[in-house]
Structures are given as C-alpha cells and as structure tokens.
C-alpha cells in the first residue's frame, strides 16, 4: 500500500489543531490508516488503496480534521468559469481517448509546496492510474501556454520536444529509447501507430501522454502562479474523479479552480465537476449490518465527521470519493466514525467446525498441478469492459449492469478469455513464453459458473502444444474425451475444437489473429477453457 510523507507543521495548519503526539498517533489509527512513525516534523502514514483522495498532505488533513470533529460536513468548492477550451481529436479515439482539464489560478509555490504536487501526482499515478495504464495526469504553468489547447495523435516522427530535465529536443521514438521515464513507461505506446500530445495554439508540444512533460511548457517554478491541468485515460468518469482529487487538494493549497469546455467530435462537457453525488441510506439497513440501534441524528452526526452532508435519508458524496458505490460503504465509514473500539464484544450463539467442501478441494488440487505443469496462476475481476467481450468476439452472451459507475466495469463476463486477453495485452513487455491458468466465476443468464483457462503465449504457441496440455491435464485424471471441431470466431477456423467427455465440457483453439488485433497482442496465444463443475461431474 502507498504512504505519503507529511510535514507536520503544515498538516497540523491544515486540520485546525494540535493534538498532544500519542492523541494524534491514536487517531490517525482510528481513521482508517495506518501510521508508520513520526520522527521531528515528518509523519509517514500507510493510505488504504480505496482513499485515494488522501494522498496529499491537503486530502489526509481534510479528512482527519473532519474525524476529530473540527471541520465536519460536506466541504464546498467554489467553481469559476473559464472561456479556455481543449479540443479532443478524433485521432486519440483508439489511443487514450479522453481527457479531463481544468485551470488552477493565484496559486504561490515555494520549494515545499512544489514537493506537496509532485508527491499528489506520483501517488496517483501509481495506485489510482494504476502506473499510469489506467490514467496519467499533466501539471503545467499556464502563462506559458497559448489557449486553445488540442489533445491529438501524431505520428512519431513527427513530436519533437524537449523533455523534461533532458538537456537536448528529442523525437518521441527518442524519448521512448533514451530517456528515463520514456524507457520506463515506454510499453504503454507499444504497437501504436501514431502517440498522443497535447499542443497549444501555438504549436507548442506541452506532454505526450502518459510518458513525460515538455521542458519549456510543462514545469512548475516557484514563479508559476497559475496551471493548467489534464488527466488522460480510457475511461471518463474515472478521469473527473481523479481531476476533482487534484483541484480540491490545489484548492485547499490557496489556489481558485477554474472549469474547461472540452470539445469532442460529438459532444461538449464542462471539466471538472465539484457538484456532490446522492446515495440514499436506509436506517434499518445501517443498523441491521453493525448491530447498533442508531437514531437518524446519530447517523447524520457520524456522517458529518467522514465529510458527507445528510439530508432526507440521502447522503451527499463529495465530488473526490471514489470509493462510494452502494450504502454498504457509507456504512463502514459510519463505523469508522463511530469507533471500532466502541463496539461490545459478542460470542456467537452457534458453534461450527470450518471445512473445505469437496469443489474447493478438487479446485486446490487442479492448481497444483497446473503449477506443476510449469503454469502461473492468474487472478482477474469478475466484472469486465463491454469492449473487452467485443474484442473477443464473445458480446452476444454478455450480461450488461444497468448503472455503471464507468466503462471498464460494466458487463459480467460469460468467459474467462476476455480477461486473459486482456492480461496478455498487459504484459507485451515483459518476457515470452508467458503460461497462465485461472479459476474464476462467469455467468450464464440462469446461473453462475466456476471455469478453467488455461492459455499459452509465445511466438510458436499452437493447437498442438495447447492440446498436448490438455491430454496430460485430463490423463491425471484418468479421464478419456474426444474433440468435435467447431466454427467460432475467437479461434481460427479449422483450428477449434469443442472438449467432450460424457458431454461437451469446454473449448481449445488457437486465438483469430483478428481478436490478437483487438487487444493490441503480438504473439500468437493457443487456450482451452473448461467448465469445472461439468468436469468433476
């Protein structure tokens, strides 16, 4: 897990208050952290992966002070309107598609605080933007940029810049070979044709995301007073998230927020967006999972020391909470406020002796021995894109959630294949031959199922080898089968087969080297996918 660094002369301004060092260490615990020592005026503090919002000094402060019941309640931003515009080319649709900006004014930066930026920006690169994979994020002083800003792909050959702390100007596929961060994070661009940069009306390169800043256009000095910020990505809403994330830390740093209109080939949005969000709670419902018997201003006292406003049983969000997604997480901050140590001690009144069922037994023993078949485990989430099902050719069976929070997780997947893909296409960089089995849940429209992938990938990965897999997997088990070709458009055709035992049970095939294009994968990738309870059957 991450942990920031705070100074303590500046949190303590920050929160409103100085507590006595062993109040602060208690309470710092209670909140739902993990402090790791203070030593002078340095505290270390261990930030779970679902509070990315207190990943700054400004963030951590906002939230403590409200535990401790100084600054309680929904903070309020103000919001001013800027006549400055980005243009989104169609270019960067296959690329990184989309954009969230906004303009910081009247800030004053001294050497702490530029250190204060840099250590928001990291550590949201790293956990939130999932080392910069799922969202990177550009911080620019904006008296050297000529409004309106373009976000588009160029070829690239055709980027020439000098990148930060480089001596000399240097074409992207330059950067990419001989700077650091460009080697570093060069496997983000891999296989793509042209390379996203954000330009001004001057033709100035500010950044090519998510690899590296312009030099001249794209660092901050103690004598910047206002910036420009742009979060890019794959997924919208996950980009306002992280841009409110940074504007309210900047905002609580002195500075005003200003918004954007980002202009997109087919719609205009206005970046970013500080209004809260409205999630209903039921009373019953929080003390029925804590078993408590809290009134409702109980609740609304509580709520008010995690920063939430409460009004006609619905909780108002803040703008940067990423992690509120149902009632069950107003909950447990409602715990949190409450006080876990407040809680009595109570013995269950039924005694059990905890076993492993017979289907987690047989699926241990299936992984011990695809380990030693030389494989290595992979484990995915049970909810995927739309897209990725798509790519795959696998759409038609699909089961759409009704409200999604974004498009990365919005479709309960009916196969495992859509997400080995995907961790394949993660991992072009990384050394061949890649070999990966997982035991996962899918679903069917009646039923959840529990399936076995097993997937080959390196430059002569074929139906011979990944059959070869399969005869040895299913010897173990003394189990004879037979293979009934089938057409189907995630495979090559002629090179697919349906797996039979006493009935049909899986697939085998060699991946369609259209589906291998869709997920942006070199090598050749031969799988089988197994459904393990019509197997044990």
């Known amino acids: ?170 074409t992207a596929v330059e950067i990419l070979k001989n700077h650091p961060a460009g080697k570093e994070y060069a496997h983000l661009l891999e296989n793509k044709e042209k390379y996203p940069v954000f330009i001004d009306s001057k033709n100035k390169i500010l950044s090519m995301p998510p690899i590296i800043n312009s030099h001249e256009v794209g660092k901050i000095t103690e004598k910047t007073k206002d910036i420009f910020i742009e979060c890019s990505g794959f997924d919208l809403n996950t980009l306002k998230i992280l841009l409110n994330i940074i504007v309210t830390a900047l905002s609580d740093m002195g500075g005003e927020v200003y918004s954007m209109e980002l202009f997109y080939e087919d719609k205009k949005i206005i970046t970013p967006d500080l209004a809260p969000s409205k999630i209903s709670l039921e009373i019953e419902y929080v003390n029925k999972i804590l078993g408590l018997e809290l009134k409702e201003t109980e609740i609304k006292n ?111 997947r009916s196969s495992l294949i859509p997400s080995i893909m995907q961790i394949f296409s993660e991992n072009q960089h990384n050394e061949f031959p890649q070999k990966l089995f997982e035991i996962n849940t899918v679903f069917d429209y009646d039923k959840e199922k529990t399936n076995l992938i097993i997937a080959i990938a390196h430059d002569k990965a074929n139906f011979t080898e990944i059959k070869q897999i399969l005869d040895s997997f299913l010897f173990l088990f003394r189990i004879s089968y037979i293979l009934k070709p089938i057409k189907n458009s995630t495979f090559i055709e002629g090179r697919a087969g349906e797996i039979i035992t006493k009935e049909p049970i899986g697939i085998i095939g060699e991946i369609n080297p259209e589906v291998l294009t869709n997920f942006n994968i070199s090598n050749p990738i031969a799988l089988l996918e197994i459904d393990l309870k019509l197997f044990l059957r």
Do not use: W
């Open 1 to 170: 897990m991450p942990t920031i660094n705070l100074n303590k002369s500046v949190f303590e301004k920050l929160v409103g208050k100085k507590l006595p060092l062993e109040e602060l260490k208690e309470k710092i615990f209670y909140l739902g952290t993990d402090l790791e020592s203070i030593e002078g005026n340095n505290i270390t503090v261990e930030i779970f992966p679902n509070r990315p919002d207190m990943l700054s000094e400004q963030g951590f402060a906002r939230a403590f002070s409200s535990f401790i019941g100084i600054k309680t309640g929904l903070r309020e931003y103000e919001l001013k309107k800027s006549p400055h515009r980005v243009k989104v080319d169609n270019s960067v649709k296959d690329i990184r598609p989309y954009t969230a900006c906004a303009i910081i004014k009247n800030l004053s930066f001294n050497d702490e605080k530029i250190k204060e930026i840099i250590q928001i920006q990291e550590k949201l690169h790293v956990t939130f933007g999932r080392n910069r994979k799922k969202a990177a994020i550009g911080i620019y002083p904006f008296e050297k940029i000529t409004p309106p800003i373009y976000y588009k792909a160029m070829f690239p050959k055709e980027i020439i810049f000098r990148p930060l702390d480089s001596e000399k100007e240097m």
């Open 302 to 412: 509580l709520l008010e020391k995690m920063g939430y406003s409460y009004k006609n049983k619905h909780a108002l969000v803040p703008s940067y909470r990423s992690d509120i997604l149902h009632q069950i997480d107003l909950v447990e901050d409602i715990a949190i406020a409450y006080g876990y140590n407040n809680f009595s001690h109570e013995m269950p009144n039924v005694s059990t002796i905890g076993s492993e069922t017979n289907f987690e037994s047989f699926k241990r023993k299936i992984k011990e021995a695809l380990i030693g078949f030389g494989l290595l485990e992979a484990s995915s989430f049970i909810i995927v894109s739309n897209e990725s099902l798509k790519k795959a050719n696998l759409e038609a069976n699909s089961i759409k959630i009704k409200n999604p929070r974004n498009k990365e997780f919005d479709t309960l």
